[in-house]
């Protein structure tokens, strides 16, 4: 068996069938990370001591008839804003390196590996997660595994490039605006963006706090099940998790489509990208037998809202920094914090106030749907390095424009599911599958279902 070509759930599998040791895949993990990361670069740091002691516990544990958990010694790592102890939390920045070192994981980190799993090492990400590029100032950009001279998206590029690749096949990261959803899109993965407040986000690097989730990316529909299931649970560190009980997805995944009643967005979600883009949603609609179209009211002014408040909140957050310590910020990253700073506060209380409208009537269209399917982005996986970027016959800025048809979603704290879609030997394209707060069990089950019809994959990448 190759552990590097493998999912969480075979590997699980063949852990406790006792075909192969927890060390050896634990092993195998690091000797791909250190032959192909130099070519990726999606780790910063590559914690091996810790794991193979931890792959070792796990072998004695299961040699003496312990059961190691849903997720036993399954390698993952984080992106680099989740506390990793014995490390400084980076959040992609050269100012977070002098911090003190983290003294335990983060949360949802933790509860992973009480599930059995085995943290490998943490993620390249963009500054602050200020970034739907992939490109790290400080770190160097993160490239895309199905095309190395392509962005792996961000902020959460370490992570997505670090599945496709084959490094892992678990990694976190985090969704502000799409920072999960983008890399999943363009490096060909799946992508679980769960709702608002359903997973905790101590232990974290903040970015804009009523915004901000954190979530799995992975290679199979099962894996983002298994991993949510594991780093579900109220906790009082973070004030904005919820406290409603888990609701377990892994063993509803297989339970289909039939009863769903599953719509496209039409109007803003089906103008402004490339046309590969709406292919791809085509594509799904069609294998999902999806005829009916629903309008989002007012889409384009909640992507507008959703802005103001990330630039303000992120602004908020980073003032002192920005006083003392401006030469030390990626320039994008510093010029639209200080433009952030600036914004009218009234400007923030109607975002606020419509924010509360738009989610009213979006919950509405859920009383007569529950799914719905939108593009994850507007384009392929551009170059590196490029600045501008061609929708729809307007040449518009590439960096803040990615986030196009993500931003008006986690605007109101939606779950959703990214899937990899592949319409010819090019790079992928992704699909959102929306579904109404808390109902990820249903997202997750459209994925599966155009998983197993072959409608949709993430192999690891030919590298």
């Given amino acids: 068996m190759d552990v590097t070509q493998a999912t969480a759930a075979a590997i699980v599998a ?31 740091d590559v914690t091996a001591g810790r794991a193979l002691a931890r792959a070792e516990a796990l072998d004695a544990r299961l040699s003496a008839g312990e059961s190691l958990g849903p997720l036993a010694g399954v390698p993952f ?20 390196r002098e911090r003190a070192p983290a003294t335990r994981d983060g949360v949802i980190a933790a509860r992973l590996e009480a599930s059995g799993a085995i943290l490998v090492g943490g993620l390249n990400m963009g500054e602050y997660a200020y970034d739907f590029t992939g490109e790290n100032v400080h770190d160097g950009a993160s490239r895309n595994p199905r095309g190395l001279d392509h962005m792996s998206g961000g902020s959460s590029g370490g992570s997505g490039a670090a ?92 339970a289909g489509i039939d009863g769903l009643r599953i719509a496209v967005a039409g109007g803003y979600f089906a103008r402004g990208g490339e046309p590969e883009a709406f292919a791809a949603v085509e594509t799904i609609a069609a294998a999902l037998g999806a005829t009916r179209r629903v309008e989002v009211f007012e889409a384009a002014r909640a992507r507008t809202a959703a802005y103001v408040i990330t630039a303000a909140e992120g602004a908020g957050l980073h003032l002192e920094r920005l006083r003392q310590r401006a030469g030390d910020f990626d320039p994008d990253v510093r010029d639209r914090l200080i433009a952030g700073a600036m914004i009218p506060a009234v400007w923030v209380e109607r975002a606020q106030k419509f924010r509360r409208v738009f989610r009213e009537r979006v919950l509405d269209l859920f009383g007569d749907v529950d799914v719905i399917l939108a593009p994850a982005t507007p384009c392929r996986a551009p170059k590196s390095g490029q600045k501008t970027m061609v929708l729809d016959g307007v040449t518009m800025p590439t960096r803040p424009n990615i986030g196009l048809f993500t931003q008006p979603i986690s605007f109101i704290g939606l779950p959703v599911v990214a899937v990899p ?34 409608v949709v994959e993430a192999p690891v990448a030919a590298l």
């Fill in 14 to 44: 063949a852990i406790t069938t006792r075909r192969v040791r927890v060390r050896d895949v634990i092993a195998a993990t690091l000797a791909r990370i250190e032959a192909i990361d130099p070519r990726v670069n999606a780790f910063t």
């Fill in 77 to 96: 790592a984080v992106k680099n804003l989740i506390d990793i102890a014995g490390l400084p939390t980076r959040a992609g920045s050269r100012i977070n």
């Fill in 163 to 254: 599945v496709a690749a084959g490094l892992v096949p678990l990694a976190l990261g985090s969704d502000t605006n799409g920072s999960i959803r983008v890399p999943s899109a363009f490096c060909g993965a799946f992508g679980l963006k769960p709702t608002y407040g359903r997973l905790t986000r101590a232990g974290s690097f903040p970015f804009v706090g009523s915004l901000d989730h954190l979530g799995p990316i992975a290679r199979s529909v099962l894996d983002l099940a298994l991993a949510y299931d594991a780093m579900q649970g109220p906790d009082m560190a973070d004030p904005a998790t919820t406290r409603r009980a888990p609701e377990l997805t892994a063993g509803r995944v297989e």
């Fill in 421 to 454: 879609v592949w319409l010819d030997a090019g790079l992928p394209l992704g699909v959102q599958i929306i579904a109404a707060p808390w109902r990820e069990e249903i997202a997750l089950r459209v994925a599966r279902y155009l998983e197993r019809e072959g």
